[in-house]
């Protein structure tokens, strides 16, 4: 099994600052990554599939790098609804897994 | 546009069968671009995908849960279903059934997923 680790646990900050989310896989995953946002009493959100591929109507200020094992997710200005819970999941290998969570709180 | 819907119980007991329905709209569930799935997550922990299905009935299980677990298609109701047996309260969590998207013979990311339903397991 893959294990998929996300840091930090929670970041905090100031609207309209820089978030930079990493995720990390135990083995390559190639490309085959998926990042996802969960707000309290809503669906998870689809942002970056393909490690760096946006979803269809995701902002441009999400951005997704990385390969092999190393993954960022980076969110250029945060406005308010970016305060979120995000996931990433890798697709390489079943069984499918999921990171952790980082958590984006306010500053 | 693609719709989820999980539904069934909310208390199941100890050591019995835990069945949850999702019903899609919107869409087929006899696509041969998606698959579709189960995930669920214990009250203030990660996800955990259970089980990926197939229109055809093809199914791909999570080994932790595989020897407990039956994810099933009915075309003609156009959902699918999860059946978890001999649950405990390791089990309690909110269940979400999700679209996987089926692209060169390999199952992808999920979207979209549905709002997802609480699942307590408690005599």
Redesign the interface.
Same mark, same amino acid.
């Given at each position: 099994e893959i294990v998929m680790t996300q840091s930090p646990a929670t970041l905090s900050v100031s609207p309209g600052e820089r978030a930079t989310l990493s995720c990390r896989a135990s083995q390559s995953v190639s490309s085959n990554l998926a990042w996802y946002q969960q707000k309290p009493g809503q669906a998870h959100r689809l942002l970056m599939y393909a490690a760096s591929t946006r979803a269809t109507g995701i902002p441009a200020r999400f951005s997704g790098s990385g390969s092999g094992t190393e993954f960022t997710l980076t969110i250029s200005s945060l406005q308010s609804e970016d305060f979120a819970v995000y996931y990433c999941q890798q697709y390489e290998n079943w069984p499918l897994t999921f990171g952790g969570g980082t958590k984006v709180e306010i500053k | 546009q693609l719709q989820l819907q999980e539904s069934g119980p909310g208390l199941v007991k100890p050591s019995e069968t835990l069945s949850l329905t999702c019903t899609v709209s919107g869409g087929s569930i006899s696509s041969r671009s998606c698959y579709w799935?189960w995930?669920r997550q214990p009250p203030g922990k990660?996800?955990? /995908?259970i089980g990926?299905v197939y229109y055809s009935g093809s199914t791909?299980?999570?080994?932790?849960l595989k020897s407990r677990v039956t994810i099933s298609v009915d075309t003609s109701k156009n959902h699918f279903s999860l059946q978890l047996s001999s649950v405990t309260a390791a089990d309690t969590a909110v269940y979400?059934c999700?679209s996987q998207?089926y692209i060169s013979d390999?199952?992808? /990311?999920?979207?979209?997923?549905?709002?997802?339903t609480l699942v307590t397991v408690s005599s």
């Open positions: - | 799935g995930i990660g996800l955990e /995908w990926s791909y299980y999570n080994p932790s979400y999700a998207a390999w199952a992808n /990311w999920f979207d979209p997923w549905g709002q997802g």
